[in-house]
């Protein structure tokens, strides 16, 4: 059974830093392509970051130079540092495993990100 399971999210003020963490269970980890996505109120789920399945990375525009994406293949987990954090960043994040040969995508069931003063 395939498992993702986020944390690190919170409450925190403009200005401020989260770091994410979403531990992968029930698949082969390294060969799968790891993201995050968020959805805000009212809002279409959208790509936060993600590595490409030949290891380099990609962001959404609104998040480069503040976050970061990592993973830990010997952990099966992978991060999203986040800085400089601004109250449009407020969200579900949502951890993503994908496999594209087989057809594989799976979700975690998210935590709750909150940037307010």
């Known amino acids: 059974q395939v498992q993702l399971v986020e944390s690190g999210g919170g409450l925190v003020q403009p200005g401020g830093s989260l770091r994410l963490s979403c531990a992968a269970s029930?698949?082969?980890?390294?060969?799968?392509?790891m993201g995050w996505y968020r959805q805000a109120p009212g809002k279409q789920r959208e790509l936060v970051a993600a590595?490409?399945?030949?290891?380099?990375?990609n962001y959404a525009d609104s998040v480069k130079g503040r976050f970061t994406i990592s993973r830990d293949n010997a952990k099966n987990t992978v991060y999203l540092r986040m800085n400089s954090l601004k109250p449009e960043d407020t969200a579900v994040y949502y951890c993503n495993a994908r496999w594209v040969v087989v057809g594989d995508d799976y979700w975690g069931q998210g935590t709750q990100v909150t940037v307010s003063s």
């Open positions: 590595f490409t399945s030949g290891g380099s990375t």
């Open positions: 029930g698949i082969i980890f390294s060969i799968y392509t």
